[in-house]
């Protein structure tokens, strides 16, 4: 995907000539313009020159993106600066120092008879010069309209500008003829004549159009420069300089500078300039900037850190790890950037009428004037109603009604740590109608954590958790490091273990004072200790619970059990339930055995819960949930990648690996799962946005043309003046602009405004199949052996064997790995060639 920056486009028609244009260029796969940003990303085997070419070709200019970028990778803030408003600006003032003598000359002496000096006395032609040299000057002001206007009539494709060069150019051309005729009358003496001709001028309606459409343009630059202001502000969080260690010295550099391996320091107060590891120290990092989230997070040796957080408290020694274009800020602004680029689907239907828009309506005035000629009335008249056709028609309100939403949207979506990759993710996440959620590091915290002890009789609860941190200390088991925090967050002391002795898969043994004292499951235990019913009943309680049940001994006493567990976050439940709200069904997705899957699932309240998938089954079910409607899929690990690319919308939580944030869609930084139903309910209210500027852009074409066209004249007298309708056109854009501006106010974690999407009421049964390719079997009682062991496992629901072609289809109700089936049959003395 290549970025271009395009210049010279007014309005929706421009863009959508020069994706016309680019798209005819060979080896172009796709092509999208932005008129809010001026740009255009082209994907294809398509020469750079050639596709520059092409936009030069259709009038306009376009360069490489790339080459105002940064050093360090990073876009250049100044590309973002609101240039176009302080041009318009000074071009707006200019225009008015011309414009009001004009408007005193033309309407207020006319008619208000305000005085004038007394050369003017009887002297008509006099002030209609006056008029024209006013215009003019305005006109050369706001020359840009005009040079754009009729390059794009060159170039077959008008656009804005052109409607307002023909508006202005054909009230200044009339005028200029109404002056020439009334010197004429007056030669002749012709006082009657000359004053019918004074009340032909429309030199102030020319002005007047270029000057109010300037208001308007100058604020719609404004409005869109805001729309920006995310963008902006994060590109303003990117450190200057780093502080690094060069031979043994302390060396201050620009950011662009450091090297990933290098060593960086950052001290209390300090923006930490490159994403790195702790190596040395600990503080506190507000991470606020990249997150939302207004908890600083303690950070210690071995802990990432991010450019831009704010290193709150501690000295921080790290190793740079991201440099560039490669820190987590670099790849936030560019998925911002990228979002912004890029159009939603929605778009298409505003670009095809804006393909058309501008001819039509030039079609339209024409029509018009020769109408009302037709039916008898002046050529003032008729020309008064086809220049307020051409003026009030308005194309940019039609190709900005989505590309604002998109931005401020996005933009929105980034302060809270919620990334849309592309404007389609933030589009088609609303219409979502099952999540999938995976369960570790989603659901979960993905760190097990001590959660109930059960001390036996005559132990109390500090004598175990003792006994457990002294020999869990020297385990590496995953199990063991819940006991070690617990241990000292609770600042338990532990004495000295000897003899220590690990069995895999079971649990440890080993001496403390002379007495042995063991730990581990049920299975192993039994073989150290006498363990009771009743404690083996409250093992199978804490199992139901989605629990890990360790029983621990000393000498050949039992000293109770420690249950650990992959906790559930705490907003877990809580934003099931939101999504629940919203009409959309949830599902919960787990390598776990059915019962500890189970207990997670009843917990946070989910609606369905599909365990023991492997991550190709993941992808499986995804494909499967597709038939209940649109889906997504939340999960973080390098597992979950297949589902998240399967899903229609991949959301993976920031927190986890690089290869699920790459296959995702949406990206949610601060790892909680509350930013689901946010994200959704954000694209709600941004698809809202987009209907309701496109209704608006629509509606007062539909209404502003025919009522300027004069279509209401004969029946209520309505006709419209052609500065009214260039003051409608100014206000159109601008208004849309600041609609789209509304989302900044949008909360994305309030439920009160949450609606049920309508969606497909179909239950999707949750069945895999696989064919496996069986050598061997020669007769019915083969085919019969072997359907008996498949189907004789828990996960077969049905097994159809044929000989004859060698196969086995297996459908499963639930996932079980290759390696299990394959041994099923071999056992039977069969070969397994493959299974599919």
């Not at 804005?160 to 003496?189: E, I, K, N, P």
């Not at 020694?317 to 680029?341: H, N, P």
């Not at 338990?492 to 730990?519: C, H, Q, R, W, Y």
């Amino acid at each position: 995907m290549q970025q271009y920056n395009v210049t010279g486009m007014s309005c929706a028609a421009c863009s959508n000539h020069v994706e016309k244009a680019v798209s005819q260029v060979a080896g172009v796969d796709s092509v999208s313009v932005s008129l809010l940003t001026n740009s255009m990303v082209v994907e294809g085997s398509a020469a750079t020159e050639d596709i520059i070419e092409a936009v030069v070709h259709a009038g306009y200019g376009a360069s490489i993106k790339g080459r105002e970028e940064t050093t360090a990778g990073q876009i250049d803030e100044d590309a973002l600066e609101d240039k176009e408003t302080p041009k318009m600006k000074r071009r707006l003032i200019a225009s008015l120092i011309f414009l009001v003598p004009l408007m005193y000359v033309s309407m207020g002496h006319m008619m208000w008879n305000w005085p004038l000096p007394s050369f003017f006395d009887g002297n008509h032609v006099a002030m209609g010069l006056l008029q024209l040299l006013f215009t003019m000057a305005i006109m050369v002001i706001n020359q840009k309209f005009f040079i754009n206007g009729f390059i794009s009539l060159w170039h077959k494709a008008p656009n804005m500008d052109a409607l307002v060069a023909l508006g202005a150019g054909a009230s200044f051309v009339y005028s200029t003829y109404a002056l020439f005729a009334m010197t004429g009358a007056q030669t002749a003496g012709n006082m009657a004549g000359v004053m019918s001709y004074m009340h032909e001028f429309y030199f102030e309606s020319a002005a007047m159009i270029l000057t109010l459409i300037t208001v308007g343009k100058m604020l719609e630059a404004r409005s869109k420069g805001k729309t920006t202001d995310a963008l902006k502000s994060l590109m303003k969080l990117v450190p200057k300089m780093a502080t690094i260690v060069r031979d043994g010295l302390e060396v201050e550099v620009p950011v662009d500078q450091v090297r990933t391996g290098e060593i960086f320091l950052v001290r209390p107060g300090e923006s930490i300039p490159v994403d790195g590891t702790v190596v040395e120290g600990s503080s506190a990092v507000d991470e606020a900037a990249l997150t939302g989230e207004s908890i600083p997070v303690d950070k210690e040796v071995g802990d990432p850190v991010s450019a831009a957080t704010m290193n709150q408290s501690g000295f921080l020694r790290c190793e740079a790890t991201r440099v560039g274009e490669d820190t987590t800020l670099s790849q936030i602004i560019q998925m911002v950037s990228d979002a912004a680029a890029t159009k939603a689907p929605i778009a298409k239907v505003a670009d095809k009428v804006s393909g058309v828009f501008v001819p039509v309506v030039i079609v339209i005035a024409i029509i018009t004037i020769l109408v009302w000629l037709l039916v008898g009335q002046s050529v003032g008249f008729a020309l008064s109603r086809g220049i307020s056709v051409l003026v009030i028609s308005c194309p940019c309100a039609l190709g900005l009604a989505t590309p604002v939403a998109i931005m401020v949207g996005n933009g929105r979506g980034a302060k809270s740590g919620v990334l849309f990759k592309t404007a389609v993710s933030l589009e088609e996440t609303g219409k979502v109608d099952v999540v999938a959620l995976d369960k570790t590091g989603t659901i979960t915290s993905g760190e097990t954590r001590v959660t109930d002890l059960f001390p036996a009789d005559g132990v109390d609860r500090e004598e175990l958790m003792g006994l457990a941190y002294a020999l869990e200390q020297k385990s590496e088991h995953p199990l063991a490091r819940a006991i070690v925090f617990y241990a000292k967050e609770h600042q338990i002391e532990a004495e000295a273990v000897k003899d220590f002795v690990a069995v895999p898969g079971n649990g440890l043994s080993g001496t403390m004072n002379g007495v042995k004292v063991s730990g581990g499951n049920l299975a192993f235990m039994k073989g150290q200790v006498s363990i009771s019913t009743k404690i083996r009943a409250d093992a199978d309680r804490l199992a139901n619970e989605g629990k890990t049940p360790l029983f621990f001994s000393k000498g050949d006493v039992f000293a109770g059990i420690i249950a650990v567990a992959d906790v559930i976050k705490e907003d877990s439940p809580q934003a099931v339930k939101e999504l629940q709200n919203m009409g959309i069904r949830v599902v919960m997705l787990t390598g776990d055995n059915q019962r500890t899957a189970e207990a997670i699932g009843s917990q946070v309240g989910v609606d369905e819960v599909i365990a023991g998938v492997l991550p190709d089954g993941k992808e499986n079910v995804m494909r499967r949930l597709s038939g209940y409607g649109r889906t997504a899929m939340v999960g973080d690990g390098i597992n979950d990648a297949p589902a998240l690319t399967r899903a229609d919308i991949g959301i993976a939580i920031g927190a986890g690996t690089d290869v699920a944030i790459d296959a995702a869609d949406v990206v949610l930084m601060k790892s909680s799962l509350r930013d689901v139903p946010a994200a959704i309910r954000l694209s709600r209210e941004v698809l809202k946005n987009i209907h309701e500027n496109l209704f608006w852009a629509f509606i007062y074409n539909v209404i502003g043309i025919p009522l300027a066209a004069g279509v209401w004249y004969p029946i209520l007298g309505w006709k419209l003046n052609p500065m009214f309708g260039a003051a409608a056109m100014s206000l159109s854009s601008f208004c849309v602009v600041t609609n789209a501006l509304r989302l900044n106010l949008v909360d994305m974690y309030s439920s009160k405004k949450d609606k049920k999407r309508k969606h497909k009421k179909k239950e999707v049964e949750m069945t895999m199949e696989k064919t496996m390719k069986i050598n061997g079997m020669m007769c019915g009682h083969c085919e019969a052996r072997v359907k008996k062991c498949l189907e004789a496992l828990p996960q077969v629901e049905e097994a159809v064997v044929s000989h004859e072609q060698g196969t086995a289809v297996v459908t499963l109700n639930e996932e079980v790995g290759d390696d299990v089936l394959k041994k099923t049959v071999e056992d039977q003395d069969y070969e397994v060639v493959s299974i599919q």
